[in-house]
């Protein structure tokens, strides 16, 4: 089910495809730009907080690859806040799919494929420079543990959208501040101060979407306990976005039409 | 005038109405400051001095720059996107003022709601980490000069852009361009020194530097007086630059546009 909605999505989305073409070139051009921050403040100074540049290079990888995910394949949960304030939502109740199903495929975006190869690029060129010894293992754990980022980060912004059922009118800017969030998890988490690590790494939990998987991937110390617990941080946000749809839908009252 | 003031109270109304858009922009920026923030005290921990800068003066500077692309944040090409699509340009279009003028003055307003609040916000943050030891009076004029003629140039910047929306209909993606393109050049993330020799000099010759990396050089005391005023004329130069530029593109593009029905 999934797949033939958003196959239809995509067919929709040809339509545009100068707006296409151009959405590639300006994230092209700003991921660049991203990296190059990256690249100058390393040209001046060998290492932030005991990480070099290429460890570095996997973490943003880590984040951008689980930023492409949530584009391409549920870019709908962007919408959420936006479809609660228009009463768009009334229009999924009635259809017999399951709304969270209907909710994730509301919209596709092939940014964020775009997103991922980039990823995939950095991931790449930082993994040649960082002498990890690869072996099965390591391999099952990257894929594991990409898929573990991509699912805390759908939460994240899910609840965030989400919140949108209790919050009356205005807008919600929640979801859009989870993913700003995302700039802290781009240096290592030690550099910050106890509380804020305490906020933005282990409440939003940001310290899994990169930190301990590219720690444990690169053999650093410390590392193990927190990687031991991802599937668990995993389980819960799901857990708790389900509870919240379930609890938000509860209490939805359509603004009329 | 009186027209043109009209527009600016317009312009601070709007602000104020539309302020969720601006709040989660600060957000982003104020979390983007923090991170930096954050990864330079870090650096700064085994490392006394980076290119000619101290953490005293880093300190300085990042929260200085956080106030000055703060303020006259709020891009309009957005804005003028959706008018086009829907048509709503000719209103502005047959008004009896010009049509840059209008957006100048409208964004002025609504500047000055945002620079109110990213001051007080910033101005805490910033007596709180450094004190107000080494706040000079003279600097701090030439900065407000300075800020001024740096949202010049940004309106000047902004103007462009959001011409280019008379060509593409893809609004977001000119808007996340230009404020890639200005975040990265203007000094809003790395002051300008940070960049290695050849990209450096590319910089020098962009109008960008002038939005934050000017402003901020001269309130931290970075510039000597002689370089803080030639900084600031070349400020003035660019805005002239750019106001040509614009009535150069405003003559080819309000050319193509073409509206559906009355």
């Known amino acids: 089910m999934y797949g033939q909605i958003q196959m239809q999505n995509m067919k929709s989305l040809a339509e545009y495809r100068t707006d296409f073409l151009m959405m590639v070139f300006f994230t092209g051009f700003s991921q660049v730009c991203n990296l190059g921050v990256l690249g100058i403040i390393y040209s001046n100074i060998p290492e932030v907080g005991g990480w070099k540049l290429w460890e570095i290079l996997l973490l943003y990888s880590f984040l951008l690859f689980s930023e492409g995910c949530i584009n391409f394949f549920f870019q709908g949960t962007w919408k959420i806040a936006e479809m609660i304030n228009l009463a768009d939502l009334d229009r999924f109740l009635v259809r017999p799919l399951p709304v969270g199903l209907q909710l994730l495929t509301a919209r596709i975006d092939f940014d964020g494929l775009n997103k991922m190869g980039i990823a995939a690029a950095v991931f790449a060129l930082g993994a040649s420079h960082c002498n990890i010894r690869w072996s099965l293992w390591k391999i099952v754990c990257l894929a594991v543990f990409l898929v573990e980022c991509c699912v805390i980060r759908v939460c994240m912004i899910w609840i965030a959208s989400c919140a949108s059922f209790w919050m009356e009118g205005g807008k919600n800017s929640l979801n859009f501040f989870a993913i700003s969030i995302g700039e802290m998890a781009k240096y290592p988490l030690i550099i910050y101060p106890p509380v804020l690590q305490g906020i933005f790494a282990y409440l939003i939990p940001y310290a899994f979407v990169s930190y301990y998987p590219v720690g444990y991937l690169l053999g650093k110390s410390g590392m193990r306990a927190g990687v031991m617990v991802m599937p668990a941080v995993c389980a819960v946000m799901t857990g708790v976005a389900v509870i919240v749809l379930k609890r938000g839908l509860g209490r939805y009252e359509s603004s009329g039409n | ?262």
């Open chain 2, 1 to 262: 005038m009186k027209k043109y003031m009209a527009y600016m109270r317009c312009g601070f109304l709007e602000g104020c109405a539309y302020r969720s858009n601006f709040i989660t922009g600060m957000l982003a920026n104020f979390i983007q400051a923090a991170v930096l923030y954050y990864v330079w005290r870090s650096i700064f921990r085994y490392q006394g001095v980076v290119n000619g800068y101290t953490w005293e003066i880093m300190r300085k500077y990042v929260f200085v720059a956080f106030l000055c692309n703060c303020s006259f944040s709020f891009g309009f090409e957005m804005n003028t996107a959706k008018r086009i699509i829907k048509g709503d340009i000719i209103l502005d279009l047959l008004k009896p003022v010009p049509y840059r003028g209008m957006l100048f003055f409208r964004m002025l307003g609504t500047a000055g709601m945002e620079f109110g609040v990213t001051l007080i916000l910033v101005g805490c943050l910033y007596l709180s980490v450094n004190g107000a030891a080494g706040i000079r009076l003279e600097r701090v004029l030439l900065f407000l000069v300075s800020l001024f003629l740096g949202m010049g140039i940004k309106f000047g910047i902004q103007y462009l852009f959001s011409l280019l929306c008379f060509y593409t209909d893809n609004s977001y993606g000119v808007t996340k361009a230009r404020e890639v393109l200005t975040n990265f050049f203007s000094g809003a993330i790395l002051p300008l020194v940070m960049f290695p020799g050849g990209l450096r000099r590319v910089v020098e010759a962009l109008p960008f530097q002038g939005i934050v990396f000017t402003p901020c050089s001269i309130f931290i005391g970075t510039f000597s007086m002689e370089e803080s005023l030639r900084g600031i004329a070349v400020q003035a130069v660019w805005i002239g630059i750019l106001w040509v530029f614009g009535v150069l593109f405003w003559k080819k593009a309000s050319g193509v546009i073409s509206l559906y029905g009355g």
